[in-house]
C-alpha cells in the first residue's frame, strides 16, 4: 500500500512541476512583453539604470560571458545619455568577492565617471537587487541592465514592487553554453511567485541612499 501511494506521488510530481514552471514562465513572459530593448537608439531614457551583477570569472579561470556583456551593455547607456547614474546590485557576502566593486573597476576603465555609480553590496539575489533599488536608493522607475531571461525575471519583480521599469538587453550567451543558467532560470521564476506567496523579504535593507537628480 505504501508503495503505491509513493508511486503515485511520484506521478503527480512528474505531471505537476512542468506545468508549474510552464504557467510561472508563461506568465513573466507576458507581463513583460514590450519592456525589453535591444538597440540602444531606441531604448528610452530614463535617469537611473540599475545593473544586476554577476561573477566576473568562470570555475575554469576564463571571464565569464555574462559579465562581460552586462558591462558593455551599461557601457553602451551610459556612453548614449540613456541613464544618468547607475546603481549596480550584487553579491558581496564574503571579503574574498565583490561583484559591485569589480564591476565599477571594469566600467571606470571602459570610461565611465566613478561618480555616477552607487553600488548595492547586498543584491544577493535579482529579488533583493529590486526592492533594495526602491527602498534604498529611492527609485520609483529605471532601466534594467542584463540579459533577455534575467531582465524578464526583473520586470516582473519590479512590477510587483510598483517600479515603473524598462530592460536593456546586453548579449547573450549561445543556448549551448548557456543550458545550465537557462534550466536554473526557470526554477527561479517559480521561486518568484512562492516569494510573494510567503512574503519573503530581502535579506538586508539598511540606510537609505540618495541619488541626486
Known amino acids: 500500500m505504501r508503495k503505491r501511494i509513493v508511486l503515485r506521488v511520484v506521478l503527480a510530481l512528474l505531471v505537476l512541476v512542468p506545468v508549474v514552471v510552464y504557467c510561472c514562465n ?15 537608439n531606441q531604448v528610452p531614457c530614463n535617469k537611473t539604470g540599475l545593473l544586476l551583477g554577476t561573477g566576473k570569472f568562470l570555475v575554469s579561470g576564463a571571464v565569464n560571458p555574462y559579465y562581460a556583456y552586462r558591462i558593455e551593455a551599461a557601457t553602451q547607456l551610459m556612453k548614449a545619455g540613456k541613464i544618468k547614474y547607475l546603481v549596480i546590485s550584487g553579491d558581496n557576502s564574503r571579503a574574498d568577492y565583490d561583484e559591485p566593486s569589480m564591476m565599477r573597476a571594469d566600467l571606470m576603465q571602459a570610461g565611465i565617471d566613478s561618480s555616477r555609480i552607487y553600488l548595492d553590496y547586498a543584491g544577493f539575489r535579482t529579488f533583493d537587487s529590486m526592492v533594495r533599488f526602491r527602498e534604498i536608493f529611492g527609485q520609483q522607475s529605471g532601466t534594467i541592465i542584463s540579459q533577455p531571461f534575467h531582465n524578464e525575471r526583473a520586470l516582473f519583480i519590479a512590477s510587483c514592487e510598483g517600479i515603473h521599469a524598462i530592460a536593456f538587453n546586453a548579449q547573450d550567451v549561445n543556448r549551448q553554453a548557456g543550458i545550465r543558467v537557462q534550466l536554473r532560470e526557470k526554477l527561479a521564476r517559480v521561486k518568484v511567485f512562492a516569494d510573494y506567496l510567503l512574503q519573503t523579504q530581502p535579506k538586508f535593507l539598511g540606510p537609505q541612499v540618495v541619488i541626486p537628480d
Open 26 to 40: 508563461k506568465r513573466i513572459m507576458d507581463a513583460t512583453e514590450g519592456l525589453l530593448y535591444s538597440d540602444v
